[in-house]
């Protein structure tokens, strides 16, 4: 089984920043895609921001140039470094990672953590 363990949400000024971290654990034989996802009250989930195995990175035109993604594959672990932080930035915030868990190989499937909250006020 693979899980997702999420941390670093919590409360941020306006223009202020917060790290979110995701540990993916368990039974895993490769991962691909590694992503950020955001919702907030009353709205659908979006996409912030996603990086291949090889680094590559997309991100929404609304967090483009405030935040970063980045990975460490020696971790399977995936960040998203959020700085000049929006009240429109509160949002739960999920990773999701593509994987291929061993006991299912070649099978690969999405995996989603339990999100985290993040808050943006003042």
């Known amino acids: 089984q693979v899980q997702l363990v999420e941390s670093g949400g919590g409360l941020a000024q306006p223009g202020g920043s917060l790290r979110l971290s995701c540990a993916a654990s368990g039974s895993i034989f490769s991962i691909f895609t590694m992503g950020w996802y955001r919702q907030a009250p009353g709205k659908q989930r979006e996409l912030v921001a996603t990086?291949?195995?090889?680094?590559?990175?997309t991100y929404s035109d609304s967090v483009q140039g405030r935040f970063t993604i980045s990975r460490d594959n020696t971790k399977n672990t995936v960040y998203l470094q959020m700085n000049a932080l929006k009240p429109d930035d509160t949002a739960v915030y999920y990773c999701?990672?593509?994987?291929?868990?061993?006991?299912?190989?070649?099978?690969?499937?999405?995996?989603w953590g339990q999100g985290t909250q993040v808050t943006v006020s003042s």
């Open positions: 999701k990672i593509r994987a291929t868990d061993r006991n299912y190989y070649p099978t690969t499937q999405d995996y």
């Open positions: 990086i291949l195995s090889g680094g590559s990175t």
